[in-house]
């Protein structure tokens, strides 16, 4: 059994966007906020947690690149998702230049984006 304080902290299956057809439609009637180095689509939903999607094209870097900015974005979604109300979908695509982010760089952009509190 995962403690409540640690459950609110992980990234389970239900914390994703994981369908071809929810990323159409979070692309199509979603509302985007572009920052110098992320597009942040977002969509308010009805569900009892918000959702992440990252998306981050070969334009980006090799598999390897890809794969860190993924990880980094997961990990700052995974902080903030508690401060996230009411809940939302979210889809990130990451922009050419976004390999040379650092983590407190990335977690800044999408706090902005989100118009989340930069400290938290």
Same mark, same amino acid.
């Given at each position: 059994m995962i403690?409540?304080?640690?459950?609110?902290r992980? =990234?389970?299956?239900?914390? %994703?966007?994981? /369908? +071809? *057809?929810? =990323?159409?439609?979070l692309? %199509?009637?979603g /509302? +985007? *906020?572009h920052?110098?180095h992320?597009?942040?689509?977002?969509q308010?939903?009805?569900?009892?947690r918000?959702?992440?999607?990252v998306?981050?094209s070969?334009?980006?870097?090799?598999?390897?690149?890809?794969?860190?900015?993924?990880?980094l974005l997961?990990?700052?979604f995974?902080h903030r998702?508690?401060?996230?109300t009411?809940?939302i979908?979210?889809v990130?695509i990451?922009?050419p230049g976004a390999?040379?982010?650092?983590y407190?760089?990335a977690?800044?952009e999408?706090a902005k984006?989100?118009?989340?509190?930069?400290?938290?």
């Amino acid at each position: 059994m995962i403690p409540p304080v640690a459950a609110s902290r992980c =990234y389970p299956k239900s914390a %994703r966007v994981r /369908r +071809r *057809r929810e =990323y159409l439609t979070l692309q %199509r009637e979603g /509302r +985007r *906020r572009h920052t110098p180095h992320l597009v942040i689509i977002r969509q308010a939903v009805a569900g009892a947690r918000s959702r992440l999607g990252v998306t981050v094209s070969k334009r980006v870097g090799n598999a390897v690149v890809r794969n860190r900015i993924k990880r980094l974005l997961r990990e700052i979604f995974r902080h903030r998702q508690a401060a996230i109300t009411p809940p939302i979908d979210i889809v990130v695509i990451a922009k050419p230049g976004a390999e040379t982010l650092t983590y407190a760089q990335a977690a800044t952009e999408f706090a902005k984006a989100l118009e989340l509190d930069v400290d938290g």
